[in-house]
């Protein structure tokens, strides 16, 4: 018997064990009716080459192993950055059990949200009631200062008007006179997540906006766009902007609401940006957005009020960095403080003690279309080479930056852009092109079994690694956290290959 | 063994009331029904269930989408499992529910892969069909060793007026596999269970019409189908080992590990056993109206249960089986009370709270009294009245009923009864725990398991020992705070 109460072994161990091996053998065997091994083998040999995955590439309509979400995840996500506020998304209630489900998975935190739960009676008569009760109850139940409303795409399907079902039910007394309420269509059969994050946010700005009088100041707006690692870069944000004396509104801040700590109280809402601040932020000399790809209708909202705007790329490294604190001293006439010029020096000494273990080596990169730009562009200062860079919800204008960027650097030359495809056509990428290393989220997992290309996790989300995301990977504090990431998987790497004690580890090194 | 106990009425009441004051009258009105304190005399535990849950709540339920692909159909694991409609359903529920399974994945197994007809515009304005037939050729070109391929409609697909069952037809003939259409579009029904429901009539009306494929089965007396055990962490290969060390012969496990061949040869069985009876005791019943294999309930959970149901489905059976139970629990019996003398002065006491699907609230009870633990609330996501009828004999006078429970009212129940356990969602799991709380998840066993049989006790035991024990609880106050 495997189990005994002194050393309890659960899946790990336990199936691993003689008596379920053989009678997982048996079940396959005499009750599976599954294919011989032999043809196993050869398939699985087949789906490695060429032919494959030209046939692979041939798809045109199914999806597999998708890098990318819908969009109310991102609307939810977004909302959440705002102080108070109660995500509330109109459609099928599954919807946003699978929103927060997916976010607390990632974060190990709670996530709060709200469906109008439409059923069937609402698919044929529309779900105006349910929006009036659902505000009615949400605001009862939760106390929010603000509901940003979403839509899945059921709602979307039977064509419910946000605008008109919220009016309707203000009308109703289903939230108090005044009440902020704003709102943005989120289908989600049109683009992804970041999709979503920008029409939201581009929704509660106009909901702020729309009606005021901008009187330019100094401030400056800054828009994160979607990001799993909010917890530690936006704190590493504001720490930068603050050391060079910069006044700026984060919109949206997840900081707090995604790292509340455990005290005895659970707080459905912390932090996130003030619906005051919010307003205030129409009278920014300037928005900024760290990822221009997720924040287009939000780039083009700050543009007509007047702002001056700027889009960064996932800034991650040194050049980036310094492109956007130039950028940010330039809009604010603020200089950068000596402290962040050592802080730069750090990273560049960090980088010198290291590049010789990075530099050459090859790596593919997935996630979202910003990231893979950020991560890329910090990959060739190292001397690293992308040679697979693939965002599922990636367009052609994306590919044609990304691509020029690739040009530009001797490091990205033979790199290969590949907008829309998925992480199975990336099987076939690795084993037909293979790589050192593989850059993305937890879903790349897959990957690394299949292909034996080792995954460095840096991309949302990460389900199985746990608080990574507490750290920042923008700021050069951040590249050196990100370069510490890489360097440690390199190095565990160099130590496995050496293999057999006393057969191949001849290389097994105390220093490296 | 059961414990004999009684749960505090009045702070229960108390509780209820406490929270129907939050809400507008309307809802108010409509949540009291589904609160309740359970009284030993009542047959049911008086709650109202299987109705729409309130807008705006913050309900815990999902889908009938998550109740099919999610539970049912999603770990037969020889076919690719087609999420139709856009790519958000199928990426939150990806690899999401630890049905554990042999095989080589994107080869001869598919169950933690994510195939999406990500629904574009012109899928809504056009409709699908077109785009599913030719997902189903695609996925015949790459992936040849699929069984069959299952489509698992999400919302869009039913309101736009898709024929997917035509296109089922068409393509099954075509491609020479079965092509299995599920109408389990996330506006139907009010939570999973009708994903279930529709999920099980689809194998009766699509699977089972292929049962002359397996012409050559050799039957024996002996033969049993698990049903409603997705072998979550494992689950169902614990307990398979217990079957067949009892001289039984299971051919077939639905749905965890499972094989479209397991699926269509079920009929040939001599009894079926049903673990989650929630999600799949339609098509048990159906079994037993047109086969005649009868079926009966079993529990897995904690060694008194276990010996119970053990004994109870050798009744089926001759003498050779009925002293394969005996000789199994006494072999086991060892193992069963180390693991109890270990943990249960560990555990001996502790107050439970459970709010899980359809099953565990009550299946779960016995295996936590084994520890000496006393359940103080349970409530079901999913539930409908004959799962509270089948609850009330496994609770105690005085414990808090909660149906469809929303976070609201699980926050304050939770505050007011301060558990010393909580076992529910991952939805659940950081809100509870930053209040100091002890917490596991009871849908995924929080990443662990298996719980079910003998081997699963211990890793259960262990599990909740770790939990309500953690050194970290009495950390939350830091020590010069007032």
Redesign the interface.
């Known amino acids: 018997m495997p189990q005994t109460a002194d050393t309890v072994k659960d899946h790990a161990d336990l199936f691993h064990e003689p008596e379920y091996r053989e009678m997982l053998r048996a079940k396959r065997e005499q009750f599976e009716c599954g294919h011989t091994d032999q043809a196993v083998r050869e398939t699985d040999d087949w789906t490695r080459g060429w032919d494959y995955r030209e046939k692979n590439f041939e798809r045109k309509s199914l999806s597999i192993n998708p890098a990318k979400a819908c969009q109310p995840l991102g609307a939810v996500f977004c909302a959440q950055g705002f102080e108070g506020t109660l995500p509330f998304v109109h459609g099928s209630q599954g919807c946003v059990a699978y929103y927060r489900s997916h976010l607390s998975r990632h974060f190990k935190e709670p996530s709060s949200a709200v469906s109008s739960s439409m059923t069937e009676d609402a698919a044929v008569f529309g779900g105006l009631n349910n929006m009036i009760d659902g505000l009615a109850n949400a605001h009862a139940l939760y106390g929010p200062k603000m509901i940003a409303v979403s839509t899945t795409c059921m709602a979307e399907v039977i064509g419910d008007d946000l605008h008109a079902f919220i009016s309707q039910a203000r009308d109703k007394g289903s939230v108090p006179e005044g009440f902020d309420v704003p709102f943005a269509h989120t289908p989600a059969f049109q683009g992804s997540h970041v999709n979503g994050y920008d029409n939201m946010l581009a929704g509660i700005l106009n909901h702020f906006w729309q009606n005021g009088e901008r009187q330019a100041g100094d401030a400056i707006n800054i828009v994160p766009g979607f990001d799993g690692f909010c917890v530690g870069n936006i704190r590493e944000l504001r720490r930068m902007l603050d050391l060079m004396g910069v006044d700026c509104t984060v919109l949206p801040d997840q900081s707090d609401v995604y790292d509340t700590p455990s005290d005895g109280r659970f707080r459905m809402y912390d932090g996130g940006t003030t619906l005051d601040a919010t307003k205030a932020a129409l009278n920014a000399k300037a928005t900024v957005s760290m990822q221009e790809f997720c924040t287009k209708k939000t780039l083009a909202l700050a543009k007509d009020k007047g702002h001056d705007t700027a889009a960064f790329n996932y800034p991650m490294g040194v050049g980036a960095t310094d492109d956007f604190l130039m950028a940010v001293a330039e809009l604010t006439g603020k200089s950068i403080p000596d402290g962040l010029q050592r802080e730069r020096g750090r990273l560049v000494d960090a980088m010198t003690d290291s590049m010789s273990l990075i530099h050459g080596k090859t790596f593919a990169v997935f996630g979202d279309p910003d990231f893979c730009m950020g991560i890329s562009r910090f990959l060739m200062e190292l001397g690293a080479e992308p040679k697979h860079v693939l965002a599922t919800n990636g367009t052609k204008p994306w590919a044609k930056q990304m691509g020029k960027m690739l040009e530009a650097s001797p490091y990205g030359q033979g790199g290969q852009v590949w907008p829309g495809k998925d992480l199975w056509h990336l099987r076939s990428l690795l084993c037909t092109e293979p790589v050192d290393f593989l850059i993305g989220s937890s879903y790349g997992k897959y990957l690394e079994r299949d292909t034996g290309t080792p995954l460095i996790r840096l991309a949302f989300p990460i389900f199985d690694r746990h608080h990574h995301h507490r750290f920042p990977t923008w700021g050069y504090e951040g590249g050196l956290r990100v370069l510490v990431t890489i360097l440690d998987k390199i190095l565990d790497r160099l130590d496995e290959a050496t293999g057999e004690a006393g057969v191949t580890d001849i290389s097994f090194d105390l220093t490296r | 063994m059961s414990l004999d106990y009684t749960n505090d009425r009045d702070l229960h009441e108390q509780l209820i009331e406490d929270v129907l004051s ?3 009258d ?2 108010a009105k409509r949540r009291r029904k589904h609160l309740n304190v359970a009284d030993d005399g009542t047959s049911d535990c008086g709650v109202k269930s299987n109705v ?15 109740g099919s692909k999610g539970v049912v159909w999603g770990p037969v694991k ?1 076919m690719a499992h ?1 999420s139709h ?5 199928g ?4 690899a ?1 529910r630890r049905n ?1 399974y ?7 197994s598919f169950g ?10 012109r ?2 304005v056009f409709g699908g069909d077109k ?2 037939r ?2 189903i050729d ?2 015949e ?2 992936f ?2 699929a ?1 069959g391929i299952s489509v698992q409609s ?3 697909v ?3 007026g898709d024929d997917i069952e035509a296109v089922a037809r068409e393509k099954a003939a075509e491609i020479g596999k079965p092509v299995v259409p599920v109408r389990c579009e ?5 939570s ?1 269970s009708l994903g279930h429901h529709i999920a099980n009539d689809v194998i009766r009306d699509w699977v089972f019409a292929r049962e002359d494929e397996h012409g050559d089965f050799q039957s024996t007396p002996y033969d049993v189908v698990v049903i409603g055990d997705y072998n979550i ?2 689950d169902a ?2 307990s ?2 217990l079957l ?1 060390e009892m001289g039984l012969r ?4 639905w749905t965890g ?1 499972s ?4 699926l269509e ?1 079920a009929p040939k069985a001599k009894l079926n056993l049903i673990h989650c009876y929630r999600s799949m005791n339609y098509i048990a019943r159906h079994m037993e109206e047109k086969y005649g294999t009868p079926w009966t309930e079993f529990n897995f959970f904690g060694p008194s249960r276990i010996e119970m149901s053990l004994r109870a489905i050798a009744d089926f059976f001759d003498d050779t089986i009925k002293e394969g139970a005996e000789r199994v629990i006494e ?2 019996r060892p ?1 069963a009370n ?2 109890m ?3 249960r002065p560990r555990l001996e006491g502790k107050t439970v709270m459970l709010y899980v699907g359809g099953l565990r609230p009550r299946h779960m009870v016995n295996a936590y009294e084994d520890l000496g633990m006393k359940i103080v609330g349970a409530g079901y996501e999913f539930a409908h009245k004959d799962d509270y009828q089948r609850t009330a004999s496994y609770v105690k006078d005085g414990t808090l009923i909660f149906d469809d429970v ?3 009212e699980l ?1 304050k129940f939770v505050e007011g009864i301060r558990p010393d356990l909580v076992g529910s ?3 659940e ?8 709380v002890p917490f596991r998840q009871v849908h995924s066993w929080d990443y ?3 719980y079910h049989g ?2 699963g006790f ?2 259960f ?2 599990d909740m020992d770790m939990a309500v024990n953690s050194p ?1 609880w009495g950390m ?3 020590p010069w705070a007032a």
Not at chain 2, 85 to 89: I, K, L, M
Not at chain 2, 112 to 120: A, G, H, K, V
Request: proline letters at 5%; charged letters at 25%; aromatic letters at 12%.
């Open positions: 939050a809400y507008p309307k809802a729409k849950s309130l807008p705006g709540v913050m309900t815990i339920r999902g889908c009938a989408y998550a020889d087609i409609g856009p790519v958000g359903c990426q939150y529920s990806w999401q554990y042999t095989g080589t994945t994107g080869i001869d933690t892969m994510q195939f999406t007809s990500d629904y574009q515009e899928d809504i785009k599913l030719q997902i695609e996925i070109a790459l040849p060793l069984k999400e919302c869009p039913g309101l736009i996330g506006f139907r029904g009010v999973q962490g494992g290969w614990s398979r080992k067949e299971v051919i077939a496990q590990d094989t479209l061949a397991e040869r072999k086991y193992l180390a693991v003398e270990r943990y929303t976070s609201y926050e969602g991952i939805k799991k950081y809100p509870i725990q930053k209040m100091g662990s398991g298996p003998y081997d211990a890793v035991a262990r970290v939350f106050k830091a």
